[in-house]
């Protein structure tokens, strides 16, 4: 069946320094997608989105790259802060028949070293 | 910045005993969500709510799990049987309409313990 996943459970980067968080998507037809950031105890929180029929949105600090030719979502977060250490998880938004409902990816932790 | 609340953070019970999970939507939210995450595992969707019924249920959602908007802010999930599996995050979501974005809008979640 149709999955987001992730390429790594974890990712260790020093403060200061650029990350990317990778995800997968296998449906084709999904067009709409969704990073969130998880703190200990919290819930998802968003970041940033993309539709498919963008290949490149920017936030603050934050870029979602969008491959669709390889089914491929990456999420840039520059000059990383200890604040951004965190679980990321990609999401799919599903329609259906005007129900929704996300899809999550299994989550990459992301520690940033001081 | 309007929030979801849940209640309670943390609720310990017996393996068989029922239990009901609290959450307050974002006070002009129509869409209402429950998710679950199990300890280390990815969020998976439970629930979707509108217009005072189910819209969707995935196979998690099964005859011991019911919702409910009893008033208009309250929004509860009930687990008449609770197993040992059923530990987990749960999460409450709201969203003022369809089509995503930043609107979908998720609780701080309670953590449910089945012993």
């Known amino acids: 069946g149709e999955s987001v996943g992730l390429h790594l459970p974890t990712l260790s980067v020093q403060e200061g320094d650029n990350s990317i968080i990778n995800c997968a998507y296998s449906?084709?037809?999904?067009?709409?997608f969704i990073w969130y950031k998880q703190e200990s105890g919290k819930g998802p929180q968003f970041i940033i989105d993309?539709?498919?029929?963008?290949d490149k949105r920017q936030g603050q600090r934050v870029t979602v790259l969008l491959n669709k030719t390889v089914k491929h979502l990456s999420l840039q977060i520059a000059a990383t802060q200890p604040g951004d250490s965190a679980v990321y998880f990609c999401?799919?938004?599903?329609?259906?028949?005007?129900?929704?409902?996300?899809?999550f990816g299994t989550g990459t932790r992301l520690t940033i070293i001081p | 910045e309007p929030e979801v609340t849940q209640t309670p953070s943390h609720q310990v019970t017996q393996m068989g005993q029922e239990v009901i999970l609290r959450c307050v939507p974002i006070?002009?939210?129509?869409?209402f969500y429950w998710y679950r995450q199990i300890l280390g595992q990815k969020v998976e969707f439970l629930v979707s709510?509108?217009?005072?019924?189910?819209?969707?249920k995935s196979e998690i959602f099964d005859d011991q799990f019911s919702v409910e908007r009893p008033d208009g802010s309250n929004f509860t999930l009930k687990i008449r049987s609770t197993k040992l599996e059923d530990s987990a995050m749960y999460f409450c979501?709201?969203?003022?309409?369809?089509?995503?974005?930043?609107?979908?809008?998720f609780g701080s979640g309670t953590r449910l313990t089945v012993v």
């Open positions: 979501a709201s969203s003022v309409s369809t089509g995503g974005g930043s609107g979908y809008t």
């Open positions: 006070s002009n939210h129509l869409y």
């Open positions: 999401a799919e938004l599903i329609s259906n028949f005007g129900n929704e409902k996300l899809t």
């Open positions: 993309i539709r498919s029929n963008m």
């Open positions: 709510f509108y217009n005072n019924e189910i819209s969707e």
């Open positions: 449906n084709s037809a999904s067009d709409y």
